[in-house]
């Protein structure tokens, strides 16, 4: 799901090709551990030729992660690669060739936590001290409760604004 931005051929021989390509890739994620979510991208090729004609293979000390742009996430320096003949196409019904390049990507724990459940217990805590205040200070209390619930309806909108409509819940 994507295109290619740039393709470059660095080799291009009857028995071996390489292309340096930068992609636009878009994929539908699982945020249900959200904020604490780990994510696994993974890079699909198939050949428009059957496995009789064409073969992927795996280049391990060719291939590598370039500078991977991700704002907010860690991108985990270890990947995994395969070549391998899909049992049957769809479309054609024959095996193809197929080559799978899959990495994983983490929000950090420290930005999770920070970002999304220090604010949530910091009105928790500003909307107990109400409880503290006497009973004579009804004009303080009612303050400390307004503070809380706004604070509550202004977390609420920032984290569902940084968040795509999802149809479930997150952690």
Not at 4 to 18: F, H, N, Y
Not at 23 to 41: E, G, K, M, N, S
Not at 49 to 68: C, S
Not at 146 to 166: E, I, M, Y
């Amino acid at each position: 799901n994507g295109r290619a931005t740039s393709r470059e051929v660095l080799l291009d021989t009857p028995q071996r090709k390489a292309y340096r390509m930068e992609l636009a890739l878009t994929d539908q994620i699982d945020l249900h551990r959200y904020p604490f979510d780990v994510q696994r991208l993974t890079i699909v090729l198939l050949s428009s030729r059957p496995g009789h004609e064409f073969h992927f293979a795996v280049d391990h000390a060719g291939t590598r992660v370039g500078n991977v742009r991700l704002q907010g996430w860690q991108v985990d320096p270890e990947w995994h690669a395969e070549a391998l003949m899909a049992p049957a196409d769809e479309f054609s019904g024959r095996p193809r060739p197929t080559y799978r390049f899959s990495i994983d990507v983490q929000r950090p724990l420290l930005a999770g936590f920070f970002k999304v459940l220090l604010p949530g217990l910091a009105i928790l805590l500003i909307g107990s001290l109400g409880l503290v205040v006497g009973p004579d200070e009804r004009m303080k209390r009612f303050d400390l409760f307004n503070a809380a619930f706004l604070g509550t309806v202004l977390f609420q909108l920032s984290l569902l604004s940084s968040l795509p409509p999802l149809s479930y819940l997150t952690f």
